[in-house]
């Protein structure tokens, strides 16, 4: 077996789409084990999303190469990707994938959460290990993939734990779940950061509606003023008067 560094772009590809793959059939059968709900209904969107990314990481392999990706299947006999170093590790991530759900939603969830910890664990580490920045590259881009995914499993267990759930609605559209969702799996830092912008815009308007009173305030001080100034002003004509008929006697 080769050294891991040694991987090549076009063997980290296609490591990369057989674990979409799998990953596909996996939420797939999760999907077909369940009764009709939003549970089912999310398993579903993210096996729709397994094929999303499976194109997408084929553009990522277009835009770096300049090419299309060749037929992966009849490249396999050739280069065995099945046998190549990133393939056998990540062939690893299967482990929770067989498990038996018995058509229990909370335990479908809890099994997707672990595969998605063991991806998102693999991908942190592998994102920055190759010396090829596209190897890199495409890693960070699955581990976004499996962190958006794993987000939303983690919402809707917290919408299954409702006291009283509302009818019709799924996990997606409250978004007070997905907030929380996101804070627990590290993603809500964007989220507290836009917070304390809006925080600080209303900071600043309420600041702000106080500023008319004190220019009225001001002007009407300066109009006082000379009034004052003019009283002084007689107070001193009127001590210089007696003293000018004094010198005189």
């Known amino acids: ?8 772009f076009l063997e980290a590809v296609a490591a990369a789409i057989e674990h979409e793959v799998k ?4 939420f797939l059968d999760l999907s077909n084990n369940l009764k009709n709900g939003a549970t089912k209904e999310l398993f579903q969107q993210l096996a729709e ?5 499976i194109e997408f990481i084929k553009e990522i392999y277009k835009s770096a190469e300049g090419q299309e990706l060749p037929n992966l299947k009849t490249l396999s006999q050739i ?21 038996e759900i018995g058509g229990d939603d909370r335990k479908a969830l ?7 910890d063991d991806a998102i664990r693999f991908y942190s580490k592998m994102k920055d290990k190759f010396p090829d920045p596209k190897i890199n590259l495409l890693f960070q881009k699955l581990l976004s993939f499996i962190e ?6 983690e919402a809707q267990i917290m919408a299954l734990e409702q006291i009283t759930p509302i009818d019709g609605q799924f996990f997606w559209e409250d978004e007070s779940l997905m907030a929380e969702a996101a804070v627990s799996s590290g993603l809500g830092r ?3 950061k836009s917070g304390k912008k809006i925080s600080s815009k209303q900071s600043k308007k309420k600041d702000s509606k106080p500023k008319p009173k004190s220019k009225t305030a001001t002007k009407k001080k300066a109009v006082k003023s000379p009034k004052k100034k003019s009283v002084k002003k007689t107070v001193k004509k009127t001590n210089k008067k007696p003293g000018a008929k004094k010198k005189k006697k």
């Not at 958006?148 to 499993?153: S, V, Y």
């Open 79 to 99: 280069h065995k990707f099945h046998s190549s170093t990133i393939q056998l590790l990540m062939d690893k991530l299967e482990r929770n994938m067989n498990q």
């Open 148 to 153: 958006t995914n794993t987000n939303l499993i």
């Open 110 to 116: 809890e099994l997707a959460v672990m595969h998605g």
């Open 1 to 8: 077996m080769k050294s891991l560094k040694k991987t090549t």
């Open 49 to 53: 999303d397994g094929d999303k990314h």
């Open 190 to 192: 964007s989220s507290k």
């Open 23 to 26: 990953s596909f059939n996996f």
